[in-house]
């Protein structure tokens, strides 16, 4: 720009949109993570919403549990959800006015694409850094690439997996930094481990909060050599007798032959998210389900029943373990 300024925007395409009359209703194509907070965004704003989700879930990485309960959260904020629905074409001119899916027409006046993203490798196009099965750039434990001295990190590198012990892509914040701050180090004389990853994230639907970490699918499960086996729980956040208690509903998979636990995912009201970092803490341990239910985890009515939910579900699965 002028005066050696640069900005991102296109300030003829921003005046444009400013001089439109503000929308009344909203279109969100993709159920993930951008998609459910879009949706709360919008409605904070009073616009009508209508959020389309190709597959039959919202935010397939949390498992049905947490699809279940976010979904139900939506629709209870006046969200319309159209789920198993394939969005066809953005319809109109001068500005969006219609999404059409399924052959039908839902008439909207402003709409967003959240549908997923991919590694940005331009920048080592046509070089001899190799890229990993999920087309970002591979690299060894301290991020070093198949190039002696080039280093990658972040949204656009794999890393290993804590729990499958492959080279995985799970492009999230914390990742991204830890890796980045690894490297730095391990290039200034210091080599640090960039650490592996368990894909742990937290989301929530207005005022329901969600997290899950490692290996929930079980066909993937499978596909890493383990034979899963899973469990659901509800129970509740606090002492059922303290104010402010809520259902806890937590889902844990573990390996059938080892016990190892594999993954997790949880949903509630009332501090669910954060719970989730129990179960990733876990994970990064090889820790199997008798080791996580035996955890000593705090208790005061305030803040938990004396199991939490957690412990309870790794209780009801060593249980399902123990039937094998």
Request: hydrophobic residues 40%; contains cysteine.
């Amino acid at each position: 720009g002028a005066g050696g300024t640069w900005s991102s925007s296109d300030r003829s395409l921003v005046e444009t949109y400013a001089a439109m009359e503000p929308p009344e209703s909203a279109a969100i194509v993709g159920g993930g993570y951008v998609g459910v907070e879009m949706a709360e965004a919008f409605s904070a704003h009073d616009l009508d919403v209508h959020l389309f989700q190709r597959p039959d879930h919202i935010l397939p990485p949390f498992g049905e549990a947490v699809a279940e309960e976010a979904a139900a959260a939506l629709r209870d904020h006046g969200v319309t959800l159209h789920l198993g629905t394939e969005v066809d074409r953005l319809a109109g001119e001068d500005r969006v006015e219609a999404v059409v899916a399924d052959e039908t027409r839902t008439a909207v006046d402003v709409a967003v694409v959240g549908i997923g993203i991919r590694p940005n490798t331009d920048l080592v196009d046509e070089t001899p850094v190799e890229l990993g099965a999920s087309g970002a750039i591979a690299t060894d434990e301290y991020g070093e690439t198949s190039v002696d001295g080039v280093y990658a990190a972040g949204d656009c590198a794999e890393a290993k997996h804590a729990v499958t012990g492959a080279s995985d892509w799970v492009p999230l914040g914390l990742t991204a930094n830890r890796a980045g701050r690894a490297v730095g180090q391990t290039v200034a004389g210091t080599p640090t481990p960039i650490g592996e990853i368990a894909g742990t994230a937290v989301v929530k639907a207005f005022e329901m909060e969600c997290g899950r970490t490692g290996v929930l699918d079980h066909e993937r499960a499978r596909e890493a050599g383990f034979d899963p086996v899973a469990e659901t729980v509800t129970a509740g956040s606090r002492s059922g007798y303290y104010p402010g208690a809520a259902e806890t509903t937590v889902t844990l998979t573990a390996d059938r032959r080892t016990g190892r636990l594999l993954g997790g995912s949880i949903v509630g009201t009332d501090r669910a998210a954060i719970r989730i970092d129990t179960v990733a803490t876990a994970l990064d341990q090889d820790a199997t389900v008798p080791e996580v239910e035996r955890l000593d985890l705090a208790y005061a009515p305030p803040f938990s029943p004396v199991w939490d939910p957690v412990l309870v579900a790794a209780k009801v699965l060593n249980g399902s373990l123990d039937d094998q």
